[in-house]
């Protein structure tokens, strides 16, 4: 992969119907940007990146034989899951870190942030989910997320969260087969993030208007610091996804998407 593509797609042939996106895979800062003043223990941390959501995603990609895919370049240079409108599609604070050398941008360079960072990723989403349409493939959107277990002081105890769209029936479906595995695990319905807040822009832009099954899921990181954690709710997670899919939960959604690719053609 070079270094400077903004996007990478993982196992592109893949035949699942999951096609699971990593918004926050990477806490890469390309060359021009140096550290922006931060240091190496900031960068990283939580506010560059979500730490283990990458790691999770590629074990369901190899697991499932699903597709991936994922920005490579960290949120301090631009937030792939925020509007081009959104206050916080580049962060000048994130939580208690001041980020200076994001303060007051030229419209050049937040122009140019747009054009080769977070353009190129959801051009990238339609494009292959296009394709996917066109070849007949169920697809079922996954945005793969992690979120810190303490967030402005507050302590958050939900090991994972699960945020919906407009439909929630798959997102619902997931949950349920978390349950059934683990009935004492605490799943956070819309934790740590409420839907539709402003904090899912892959979720809407690629899974509501496409029509598409979708949900969206937030592990807490310190649940996937390590090689086990990792293997654990990457098993966790797959068996889940492929219950919700078995269930038929996202099966009304698909004609949906398939006719509108036909009315757009």
């Known amino acids: 992969m070079s270094i400077e593509k903004a996007v990478e797609i993982v196992n592109e042939k893949g035949r699942s119907p ?80 001041r980020i200076a050398a994001n303060e007051n941008l030229d419209p050049q360079e937040r122009q140019f942030r747009i054009d080769a960072y977070h353009r190129p990723f959801h051009e990238a989403i339609d494009a292959v989910i296009a394709k996917r349409l066109e070849r007949g493939q169920e697809t079922v959107l996954v945005c793969m997320h992690s979120f810190t277990p303490v967030y ?45 807040n402003g904090v899912t822009l892959t979720l809407e832009k690629h899974g509501d208007a496409e029509g598409l099954a979708a949900v969206m899921v937030e592990i807490r990181n310190d649940e996937i610091s390590g090689p086990a954690g990792v293997a654990d709710w990457a098993g966790r997670l797959g068996r889940a996804l492929v219950a919700a899919h078995a269930s038929g939960a996202a099966d009304r959604a698909q004609p949906a998407a398939q006719a509108s690719r036909k009315r757009e053609a």
């Open 18 to 97: 999951f096609l699971f996106v990593c918004d926050h895979a990477s806490n890469r800062l390309p060359a021009r940007y140096g550290t922006l003043g931060l240091t190496l223990e900031e960068l990283e941390s939580h506010i560059a990146w979500d730490p283990g959501a990458q790691a999770v995603s590629l074990a369901m990609v190899e697991a499932l034989d699903a597709q991936l895919i994922q920005s490579t370049v960290s949120r301090l240079i631009i937030d792939c899951n925020r509007g081009l409108d959104a206050p916080d599609l580049i962060w000048t604070l994130s939580e208690r870190t």
């Open 152 to 196: 402005h002081g507050v302590a958050r105890p939900w090991p994972v969260g699960l945020i919906h769209g407009v439909d929630t029936r798959f997102t619902r479906a997931v949950s349920d087969a978390l349950i059934a595995e683990d009935p004492a695990l605490n799943v956070g319905w819309n934790e740590p993030y409420a839907a539709l």
